[in-house]
C-alpha cells in the first residue's frame, strides 16, 4: 500500500525539527569529566577484555595489521609516555597498514588502532602524542563504555550526518524548497538525538589528551597546530550540527580555552 502524506509548509517541517531538537537535548548524558581532570585508568574485567578482542579480530578482518618495527616503536614510545603520566593502566595499540586512511580510533578492552595513513599525517612526535593522547582520552572518561542510550544512537548514527550532507549537495534533483525542508527536518531530528552527546564526547576527550600530553611533558601547543590541518576531522565539514566529530575549528577554540592551564601544568612539571 501507499500512503500520500500531505506536504508540509517548509517552515512548520523546520519548526517541528527545531522542537524535536530542544527536547532531545534534554536526553541523560554521561556525567562530564572536569577540565583539568586526568581520569584513573580502570581495571579491565574479563567482558572488557572479550569485547576489546571482539573489536580487534573484527577490524583486523578488514585492514591487515601493520609490520613496520619503527612505527610499532614509536608508537609504543609515546603510548608508554602517557600512559606514565597517565598513571599506568593496560594499553593495547594496534597498528593498520592503510595509508589512505587518516585515523585513530579506541575501543572496549583499552585497544587502541592506529591506521597508517594517520603516521603520514603527523609531523612530530609530539603531534602523534596529540593523536594517542585523544584517543586514550576517551579510554580514560570511559566513552568507550556505552550507556543504553548511547547504544541506540549508535544504531541510528549510519542514519544522520552523511546522508543529510549528500541530499542538499543535490538540491537541484530533490525539487522544491519544501522538499528539502523535509530532509533537513528528519536528518535534524537525528542528528539531534546521536550526535550532541557524540561531539561532547569528542571535545572531552581533546581536553584530557591535551593535559594528558601536559602531563607526559609534550608541548600541548603541538595540538592545536595538529588540528589546525585539521587531519582527524577531515577538513571543514558544511553542516557540523549534522557531523558526529565537532569541526577542527570547534576543536581549536576548545583548546584555547585550556591552553592555559595546560602549559602551566607542563611547565610546573618539567621545568
Not at 39 to 53: M, N
Not at 64 to 74: H, I, N, Q, T
Not at 88 to 106: D, E, H, K, M, Q
Not at 241 to 246: I, K, N, R, T, V
Amino acid at each position: 500500500m501507499i500512503e500520500l502524506i500531505p506536504m508540509k509548509p517548509p517552515s512548520l517541517v523546520l519548526l517541528e525539527a527545531y522542537a524535536c531538537l530542544t527536547l532531545l537535548s534534554c536526553a541523560p548524558m554521561r556525567s562530564p569529566v572536569s577540565p583539568g581532570t586526568i581520569p584513573d585508568p580502570q581495571p579491565l574485567t574479563a567482558q572488557e577484555r572479550a569485547l576489546g578482542e571482539q573489536a580487534f579480530r573484527k577490524i583486523t578482518s578488514q585492514y591487515p595489521v601493520l609490520r613496520d618495527r619503527e612505527a610499532k616503536a614509536e608508537v609504543a614510545r609515546v603510548v608508554e609516555r602517557l600512559g606514565r603520566a597517565a598513571g599506568s593502566g593496560s594499553w593495547r595499540t594496534v597498528l593498520l597498514n592503510a595509508p589512505n586512511i587518516a585515523n585513530a580510533g579506541a575501543t572496549r578492552g583499552n585497544y587502541i588502532f592506529v591506521w597508517s595513513g594517520m603516521l603520514q599525517a603527523v609531523r612530530s612526535e609530539e603531534e602523534l602524542a596529540t593523536v594517542m593522547a585523544h584517543e586514550m582520552g576517551h579510554i580514560l572518561a570511559q566513552h568507550t563504555i556505552a550507556t543504553p542510550d548511547e547504544q541506540l544512537n549508535e544504531v541510528l548514527s549510519g542514519l544522520s550526518g552523511e546522508a543529510a550532507r549528500r541530499a542538499l549537495l543535490r538540491q537541484g534533483s530533490i525539487g522544491s524548497v519544501a522538499s528539502i525542508a523535509q530532509v533537513l527536518a528528519q536528518q535534524a531530528f537525528r542528528a539531534g538525538f546521536i550526535n550532541p552527546e557524540s561531539q561532547r564526547k569528542e571535545l572531552e576527550a581533546d581536553i584530557i589528551g591535551l593535559h594528558l600530553m601536559a602531563e607526559a611533558g609534550y608541548d600541548p601547543r603541538s595540538a592545536l597546530e595538529f588540528w589546525r590541518r585539521g587531519t582527524l576531522a577531515g577538513g571543514e565539514g558544511p553542516l557540523e550540527f549534522l557531523s558526529s566529530h565537532p569541526s577542527s575549528q570547534t576543536r581549536i577554540e576548545n583548546l584555547r580555552e585550556q591552553m592555559p592551564m595546560a602549559l602551566e601544568r607542563h611547565d610546573r612539571r618539567y621545568y
